[in-house]
């Protein structure tokens, strides 16, 4: 499974979109690409995931670059309760783990 | 709610002790994991079954952890002689295994063992 580089920490104000970058350079063609958060103490919450085609769903919307080297999640109105830690996750159509990294701390401000 | 269930949601024990964690994947999943996570880090992965077998398991599962899904419904992981290094939260997650596409995991809520 391809690595991800997610920056540690983000701010964002509330209202505002929060837009968390991802980058998978290593990224093969049979993998996809997968978002989940993690509010303090819970498991860990699926987002979203993509393959070539951005992809939007009632929680947020996930661009990927043309190369597939590189991803954002978006959520489009950030709220005090998406403050999580967000992890990006590149796994194989035929993967059988998830391997998490340490993900983007997201803080939404009031 | 039909989502992935874990039991119990916290244990205390003493080292030395086993303890044994149950979890309920989403009925129709035939695929389950267990993961365990640390203060501060992201989850790990420990082990997986499809249906009743258990396919993969990680260098993390020392001799004293057994997993197990007898049915293929249920499935239970078992620590023995429980040490402090024990101590997290053990995540359980299960998906659909079908012929081609993603096979999203989705998580339970955790067990969050204290070793004391």
């Known amino acids: 499974d391809a690595k991800t580089t997610q920056p540690t920490s983000m701010d964002c104000a509330e209202g505002r979109a929060a837009n968390l970058p991802c980058n998978h350079s290593t990224i093969s063609g049979n993998e996809y690409v997968y978002w989940y958060r993690q509010i303090h103490s819970q498991g860990p919450q699926y987002i979203i995931h993509g393959l070539k085609n951005n992809e939007t769903n009632e929680m947020a919307s996930l661009i990927i670059t043309e190369d597939r080297k590189s991803s954002t999640l978006i959520l489009p109105h950030a709220t005090l309760r998406d403050t999580a830690v967000y992890y990006c996750i590149a796994e194989g159509e035929y993967g059988n783990k998830l391997v998490f990294g340490a993900g983007t701390i997201l803080r939404v401000k009031s | 709610d039909t989502g992935v269930s874990q039991n119990p949601r916290h244990k205390i024990t003493k080292r030395g002790q086993n303890v044994t964690f149950r979890c309920d994947p989403i009925?129709?999943?035939?695929?389950l994991y267990w993961y365990r996570q640390t203060l501060g880090q992201g989850p790990e992965f420990l082990t997986y079954f499809q249906n009743e077998a258990q396919l993969e398991k990680s260098r993390l599962l020392s001799d004293r952890f057994s997993a197990e899904r007898p049915k293929g419904s249920f499935s239970t992981l078992e620590i023995q002689r429980t040490e402090q290094g024990d101590s997290a939260m053990y995540l359980c997650a299960s998906s659909l295994r079908a012929s081609g596409g993603p096979k999203t995991q989705y998580f339970g809520p955790g067990t969050r063992l204290t070793v004391l």
């Open positions: 009925s129709e999943h035939n695929r």
